[in-house]
């Protein structure tokens, strides 16, 4: 029973990286960019929730306002930051984007205070639910409804939609795409705020499941999420998904098993690089 | 006294681990996320030989070995993925060494290793690692005009063009790895020494950051310019409290700015106002 637990566990915490990892493949597929500073977007989502939520006493509150800052912010850290230096060697935008990450991370320091925010009336985490031996807390069972619902909006938009079809087009040929009429900039831009809602609503489930928001808060899932889209395969978004679950199922039964040896983060990466070293380009990656 | 011979230290301690990093990255181009991480190796590795008994200049070779050897390693690791998937491999080189020994009992967890033998005065660390960094500025000039340097340029530009005239591009990749790495061993030696105190966290991803702004704000690629990035990166929070206590915020702002408008660094700049290429 233990095991399933842990599976299940697992397979929560993969819920909440696939939103996260899903966003930073979305960058990469269509600008070859590795977005570290999605991290920056995750952790304004939360803090802009979490005060919505103190301010209002609404759960849904904190979703809608954590959504909506995210949403700015990521594609105006693409206008700001990525677009100036499309044309520049790959490093570059990396260390830009690095360099967005670290700055933050004491900008929200300044802003909000170094010890981190708790929600004061977190009704999601107060409510468990017991069953078959094993307990969950609402938040848990939101982060798997809204992966779930979010995830399944992004494919319908992906496969039923025209601006789906134009994003796809763009992702596989931004030259073409662009000679039919497609506004590539456009794209560009509500790929941004796809991947920034995702990362908004990611931070304030995390900030409910630990009753907690602080400026750290954002670093190491934004570590994650790149090993998960170096793990899927880069710009391979059903790699990506696959690779969320099995990396939060990987660290959910290695902190038990390899507890003594190494912690929770040195076991996603050695997982990662255990499987490039035999599968370069990742689990579901081309060539 | 004391004050301005630490600070010139630790600015020659972060001289060596830049070269180091610029050798790998700059010169050979692959980006490395995790220098921190062979900083550490030499660190621990040095420490746990002089409290183990061993004699310091020993210590410290064990120091430069280990970094070295595990260097070797991740250019192995660099054979196999390549740019994007290689930056990513050596991000979690960084936290799977940070994760291995905050978990090991003989390495301290996170209490570190404390009461390391010092077996020199300030003076002596100084005049160490003073001499250390302009030793490794002199390799690193060296190598650039020498044939390896040449090799080095090539793999970094078309990795497949330099294997289509013949360059052995895995022995140079690894070349390259295991020059930078020990070189990081050997200021995590001096280091380790010096302070006598280690633990985990001195050696973390924001340590890799920091010795990567020191190259990218010097010039990637350029000998002179990272050791002044280097040297800048170091003066800098001592000379202004403000940036002491908001250093993350300042380094990250001058790696915004530096890619954005210059991403040359420093030689960059030279460059475009002088006409003049740092070598």
Redesign the interface.
């Known amino acids: 029973m233990y095991y399933v637990e842990l599976l299940l566990v697992g397979l929560i915490w993969g819920c909440t990286y696939a939103m996260m990892a899903l966003g930073l493949t979305l960058v990469y597929g269509l600008l070859r960019i590795l977005h570290v500073a999605q991290a920056t977007v995750f952790t304004l989502g939360a803090y802009i929730g979490l005060l919505a939520a103190n301010h209002t006493g609404s759960l849904a509150a904190a979703f809608v306002t954590g959504a909506l800052a995210a949403g700015a912010l990521g594609p105006l850290i693409y206008r700001l930051v990525y677009q100036p230096i499309l044309d520049r060697p790959p490093f570059v935008a990396l260390v830009a984007s690095i360099g967005v990450l670290v700055a933050m991370e004491d900008g929200f320091r300044l802003l909000f205070g170094p010890y981190g925010l708790s929600f004061e009336n977190n009704v999601w985490f107060t409510t468990t639910y017991s069953f078959a031996g094993m307990t969950v807390n609402l938040v848990q069972v939101w982060m798997v409804v809204a992966a779930v619902l979010l995830l399944s909006a992004f494919a319908v938009f992906a496969t039923r939609t025209r601006a789906g079809v134009a994003w796809r087009a763009t992702v596989s040929d931004p030259a073409m795409a662009e000679s039919f009429g497609i506004s590539v900039t456009g794209v560009r831009y509500v790929n941004f705020l796809i991947a920034s809602v995702l990362a908004g609503v990611a931070g304030v489930l995390v900030g409910l499941l630990n009753n907690l928001v602080e400026p750290g808060m954002g670093g190491v899932i934004a570590y994650k999420g790149l090993a998960i889209i170096v793990l899927g395969g880069l710009g391979s978004v059903p790699g990506t998904l696959a690779a969320s679950l099995v990396l939060g199922v990987v660290e959910s039964y290695g902190t038990v098993f390899l507890d003594k040896l190494l912690d929770r983060d040195a076991i996603a990466f050695l997982f990662l690089i255990v499987v490039l070293m035999i599968r370069p380009h990742g689990l579901l990656g081309a060539r | 006294m004391d004050y301005y011979l630490s600070v010139a230290t630790f600015a020659a301690l972060n001289v060596i681990l830049a070269i180091g990093l610029n050798l790998i ?1 700059g010169f050979c181009g692959q ?1 490395s996320l995790g220098h921190a991480a062979f900083y550490g190796l030499g660190a621990y590795a040095a420490a746990l030989a002089s409290v183990a008994g061993v004699p310091f200049p020993l210590a410290i070779l064990g120091g430069v070995l280990v970094a070295g050897v595990f260097g070797i390693v991740v250019g192995f ?1 660099a054979l ?6 290689l ?3 050596t ?3 960084g ?2 060494f ?3 020994v ?3 009992p003989w390495l301290g967890a996170e209490m570190g290793i404390a009461k390391i033998p010092s077996p020199l005065d300030k003076w002596g660390y100084a005049a160490l690692a003073i001499g250390a960094a302009v030793a490794l500025v002199l390799l690193s000039l060296h190598v650039r005009r020498s044939w390896m340097g040449r090799a080095f340029g090539a793999v970094a530009q078309d990795e497949d063009a330099a294997r289509t005239i013949g360059i052995d591009v895995a022995g140079y990749k690894i070349a390259a790895f295991f020059i930078g790495t020990a070189a990081a061993g050997l200021a995590g030696g001096i280091y380790a020494h010096m302070t006598q105190l280690i633990i985990p966290d001195t050696f973390n ?2 340590q890799s ?1 920091t010795i ?1 702004a020191m190259v ?1 704000i010097g010039g ?1 690629g350029s000998t002179y310019g990272v050791v002044a990035g280097a040297i800048l990166l170091t003066l800098m929070p001592e000379l202004f409290r403000f940036i002491n206590d ?12 530096v ?2 408008f210059s ?1 040359g660094g420093l030689a960059g700049m030279i460059q475009r106002a002088f006409g003049v290429r740092l070598a």
């Open positions: 990255s980006v690791a196999r993925v390549r740019e994007d998937f930056a990513i491999v991000m979690g080189v936290f799977l940070l994760g291995a905050r978990k090991q991803f924001i950051i990567l990218v990637i908001y250093k993350l915020l300042v380094y990250g702002a001058l790696l915004l700015l890619m954005r991403p």
